[in-house]
């Protein structure tokens, strides 16, 4: 692709994991193409956590869920307007493969790349590109991620790219502090280590351990774990920025696989995942950045939801991984 300014569409609209893991290409974009105009089409709920972003020329919040749920004829023709209406691309990139996001990728106005119809994680949406790439589906996400945005840039693509990646949110000033974080919610039951696994790993901690909570069940949680274990404490509620620069502040982050627990590896702090349904293929596994995984054996094409063997993760065992971190 010509080296001249140009103008890039990423498209990857939710959900909150996605999206960080999908952040670090900014950086990558931008040596390649250093003056390049980059917008991302995103879900509202998660354009927080990319709002103002250096690396981003403009976040566009496309309300996709606030339609569904109000069924409004009137947003949807205005979302749709505002697609069509957006300056002309030189290329627009479907990071996420639904059918959905590429439904939006579609409406902009320009050439549009994808996964092909083998390795979308949705078919279907394949028949929305103008050009593809094959990457496997069982691929690591975030490879998948940073593949599909470097073939589509004509960017030569190596782990490199990853492994030396800068902190991908903005940072501040202050030192790490002697904490640790314990990400216990998930979007999905099965993805949930038990609260009271969570009590006896607190107290297996040498660091005073910080509850982080997003919802009310979660809330409920995490008062019980905090009433079970002297050493655990309920962080403050926090908007998504807030939560970056909290996790960045951390000595380690351990937590379900789930969004908060991936800003860890996204700012390059020390942490653990835990699996149960899922597994390590949902993170980039560094010296500092590792995941524990139930016994289960996982067929990532068919994520059995009902699979909470994470309950068979020993508390012991994250302790002697969380000491060895620290």
């Not at 030189?90 to 119809?117: N, T, Y």
């Not at 899922?278 to 995941?291: A, L, S, V």
Request: proline share 7%.
């Amino acid at each position: 692709m010509n080296s001249a300014k140009i103008r890039i569409a990423i498209v990857r609209l939710s959900a909150l994991g996605d999206i960080i893991n999908t952040a670090v290409v900014l950086q990558i974009i931008r040596k390649y193409y250093p003056d390049a105009v980059i917008d991302w089409y995103v879900e509202e709920a998660f354009a927080p956590i990319i709002n103002n972003h250096p690396l981003l020329n403009e976040v566009i919040a496309v309300p996709m869920k606030r339609i569904k749920k109000t069924k409004s004829v009137t947003l949807l023709r205005e979302t749709i307007r505002n697609l069509r209406s957006r300056h002309p691309y030189h290329q627009i990139i479907d990071a996420q493969g639904l059918l959905k996001s590429a439904i939006v990728a579609s409406m902009l106005p320009g050439k549009v790349h994808g996964f092909d119809r083998a390795s979308a994680r949705e078919g279907l949406a394949a028949w929305f590109y103008d050009t593809t790439s094959h990457i496997p589906y069982e691929t690591s996400v975030i490879r998948r991620n940073v593949m599909i945005i470097t073939e589509a840039l004509d960017i030569p693509f190596s782990d490199t790219l990853i492994e030396q990646k800068t902190p991908v949110f903005s940072r501040g000033s202050d030192p790490y502090e002697n904490k640790i974080s314990l990400v216990i919610g998930a979007s999905w039951p099965s993805k949930c280590y038990p609260k009271e696994h969570f009590a006896t790993l607190c107290d297996l901690l040498p660091y005073p351990c910080y509850l982080i909570w997003g919802s009310e069940r979660e809330y409920d949680d995490a008062q019980w774990i905090a009433q079970h274990s002297s050493n655990a404490h309920l962080a403050p509620k926090m908007s998504l920025s807030t939560l970056v620069s909290f996790i960045d502040h951390c000595a380690l982050i351990i937590g379900n696989d789930t969004g908060p627990t991936h800003i860890a590896w996204a700012m390059n702090r020390p942490s653990i995942t835990l699996f149960g349904p899922t597994t390590e293929r949902m993170i980039y596994p560094t010296p500092i950045n590792i995941g524990i995984k139930s016994p289960s054996e996982v067929d990532i094409f068919h994520i059995n939801r009902n699979d909470f063997s994470i309950n068979q993760i020993d508390p012991h065992l994250i302790a002697a991984k969380a000491k060895e971190l620290l």
